[in-house]
């Protein structure tokens, strides 16, 4: 039986969802499901965090950004953080071989700790967001599976309190689990009401027995005095004080200052510092603070781990790092009965919660990127649309019938890739395709050009003579593009070709007979022409047996997407680069009106490619470039795209050296390292196996993975 959601999986087959990219958030259960219909949403902090900085703690910007991340992959997981959350709600839906162990039943009201990034869910609306509890009210449903932990909520703890406890997960057990006798404990948060947690999960571990110092980090916003946070404390603790220092050399000295008055020797130092701080940078804090083979344990996904190895290193260190725990038996009993103890200071800290803004709002700085996937493709004709999926079942369609073909579209929509389409899903596939641009060819030597010549039919010509256009095409296929410019003269004689299939060479007295289908292609409305008198209206219908039209980008957002995967794959092969667009890079793609269509799009992700300095391309690198390389600099809604000054001279020197420039011997070199330590990563399973075999010290690798951002 099938436990774990696997079919659920949209792409890439093969996946548990938790590693999927799309899954099926359909609303009918299998068997083996569970609906929950969800109320509430506990962010994980990383994902929260990265979310509103990236949104500048907008609502209606937060709003659509979460909407957009369940409505392209079935399932709240942030490519950028990848991490998601934990949900509450009520059963809507129990399957029959559903393992219902905990003895659910339909109207329960419950919390699912399935990570949201293995949860098929589907949003249609946020109601509201508590930024200080991270969490977000919304309307729909999540699909949860028999291996999917959930558990009834109690009655008199606050949905909030109970959200923010379990989406700890089994980190506050894991704490508890350290704490000892006579030892030194230092807590390092960022908020109030997971830090007195993870306090009061060491001081009942070990009664009295240990030191308990904490450390708040708050900013200038926040006005809740001190002295009402240590009288929340007092029980658990035996120290508290706060700082905002502004980076972490700062915070660093002042809590010097504030625990020990002056540089303490190691022996003083703690055994065991928490971070349960979303705060960038607290990797060096907690290194330093640690003595020597102490434990440094980290709460939450934002902390960098393979940074504290190498700093311990260079500290002269040898410090136990413990990582977040996701999950571990018996966890959400220890957790229940640690709330049930404390309960009266959560209420007053949910009080304070529900009443004050209180969140430092501190900006997400991840080197994290994601790979754009979900691409659909027809012969590397890449779309996400339904309205090019559309047109595709026609082109496939048309393509086995021997018919002429007129294809419709603006500039840069990408004619001829439909042309290539047609041919090469033809009869004629194994045959030539001649492409040709009318509004290239003269009047006066498009009838030799199309049709060629006899050897001496005119001064110039060569002795023996030469083929023609169509000659040349004979069995294959003819792409006239720019049809619309084909000059009246030779639309006569263009006709009787596509009637008869024959035609005489210039100064030819011998009929040449051809078998050529004909696809053309035009920016202009022959319609109108035709009624203008510029357009033969019986070639128009010979040459229009099967029409086919290309919407402007503008018109097939949801094409954008893919596109851009395509052509950064181009362009970081052709380079050796590994650029990577996030999502507000996508979402700043999207809203440009693109009016030189896929082509100008291509050339925009070709600058990007070679001009953005990091890796990680992001909505102001798009919006800079953007407004360098075009004329408009607008969205589709009509406002302008603003553009950092400072990146011009970045891209306009990016566009004349096509990107060499930015591409120092060391850096190819660099390249070529990176990708054989990601192989070896890959091969080996962990970074002591692969250090050994790449003949390397186990700290180089580490080193070399924080140089190249090996995730």
Not at 681 to 688: A, I, W
Request: net charge neutral; proline share 2%; aromatic share 8%.
């Amino acid at each position: 039986m099938k436990i774990f959601g696997e079919e659920r999986v949209l792409e890439p087959k093969g996946f548990f969802p938790v590693s999927a990219w799309q899954l099926d958030n359909k609303r009918e259960i299998e068997d083996t499901e569970l609906r929950i219909s969800i109320q509430k949403i506990k962010l994980e902090e990383g994902n929260f965090r990265q979310i509103c900085s990236s949104c500048e703690y907008d609502f209606n910007r937060i709003k659509k950004r979460i909407l957009s991340i369940t409505e392209r992959r079935g399932k709240l997981h942030n490519q950028l953080t990848d991490s998601g959350g934990i949900c509450c709600g009520v059963i809507e839906e129990i399957g029959e071989k559903y393992k219902n162990t905990a003895g659910l039943k339909v109207g329960d009201k419950v919390i699912g700790i399935a990570s949201l990034t293995s949860v098929p869910i589907k949003i249609t609306d946020i109601k509201s967001l508590n930024f200080n509890y991270s969490q977000i009210e919304v309307e729909g449903y999540g699909i949860f599976f028999s291996s999917s932990p959930i558990i009834k909520i109690p009655q008199d703890i606050p949905e909030e309190i109970l959200l923010v406890a379990f989406d700890e997960s089994g980190s506050i057990a894991k704490a508890s689990s350290i704490a000892e006798t006579g030892k030194k404990f230092f807590i390092l948060g960022s908020d109030i009401f997971t830090t007195i947690l993870y306090a009061a999960a060491i001081r009942f571990s070990n009664g009295v027995g240990c030191y308990i110092s904490v450390c708040l980090y708050f900013d200038d916003e926040n006005y809740i005095l001190e002295e009402n946070i240590k009288a929340l404390f007092k029980p658990y603790i035996d120290k508290l004080f706060t700082i905002n220092g502004v980076s972490p050399l700062d915070s660093y000295n002042e809590i010097l200052k504030k625990e020990f008055d002056k540089e303490p020797p190691d022996e003083e130092l703690f055994d065991s510092t928490v971070i349960c701080s979303n705060m960038m940078g607290m990797e060096v804090i907690g290194v330093l603070l640690t003595k020597q083979h102490g434990n440094l344990f980290f709460t939450n996904l934002i902390n960098n781990y393979n940074l504290v190895v190498l700093m311990a290193e260079s500290f002269g260190k040898s410090i136990n790092t413990i990582s977040v725990e996701e999950y571990s038996s018996g966890f959400p009993e220890f957790t229940l009965n640690l709330l049930y103890k404390i309960i009266m200071k959560l209420k007053r800290i949910h009080g304070i919660y529900m009443t004050k803004n209180i969140v430092n709002k501190l900006k997400y700085d991840s080197k994290l990127s994601f790979d754009l996937k979900n691409i659909k493709k027809i012969d590397e004709y890449a779309y996400g649309s339904k309205e090019t999926e559309k047109m595709l079942e026609e082109i496939l369609r048309l393509a086995s019938y021997d018919c002429n073909v007129l294809i419709l579209g603006e500039t840069g929509v990408g004619k001829e890739r439909v042309l290539d389409l047609l041919h090469e899903n033809s009869a004629r596939k194994g045959m030539q395709c001649i492409k040709i641009n009318c509004s290239a060819i003269t009047e006066s030597l498009a009838e030799s050009e199309f049709f060629g010549y006899e050897k001496g039919s005119f001064t110039g010509a060569k002795d023996a003579g030469k083929k023609g256009i169509f000659e040349l095409a004979n069995g294959g296929t003819l792409f006239l593009d720019e049809i619309g410019d084909l000059p009246m003269s030779i639309q006569a004689k263009m006709l009787r070709v596509l009637q008869e299939g024959q035609f005489y060479r210039v100064g030819g007295e011998k009929p040449i007979n051809v078998n050529v289908r004909v696809i053309s292609a035009t920016n202009r409305d022959l319609r109108e022409m035709v009624r203008e008198g510029t357009f033969r209206e019986d070639l128009y219908y010979r040459l229009n047996i099967c029409e086919i039209e290309i919407l402007p980008l503008r018109m097939r957002t949801d094409d954008i997407e893919p596109l851009v995967k395509m052509f950064a794959k181009k362009y970081n092969d052709k380079y050796m680069l590994e650029r990577k667009f996030t999502i507000e890079a996508i979402d700043e793609l999207k809203e440009y009106s693109w009016p030189g269509n896929v082509r100008q799009l291509e050339n925009v992700v070709h600058t990007i490619i070679i001009s953005c300095k990091d890796n990680v391309v992001d909505g102001k690198s798009v919006q800079n470039v953007i407004k360098k390389k075009t004329l408009e600099g607008t969205r589709r809604n009509g406002t302008p795209v603003t553009v950092d000054r400072s990146q011009e001279q970045d891209i306009a020197e990016a566009e004349t050296t096509g990107g060499y420039k930015n591409m120092t011997l060391e850096e190819a070199i660099g390249n070529h390292e990176k990708a054989i330590i990601v192989d070896a990563l890959k091969r080996y399973g962990t970074t002591r196996k692969a250090a050994e075999a790449l003949n390397i010290s186990q700290s180089q690798l580490m080193r070399k993975k924080k140089k190249y951002e090996i995730v």
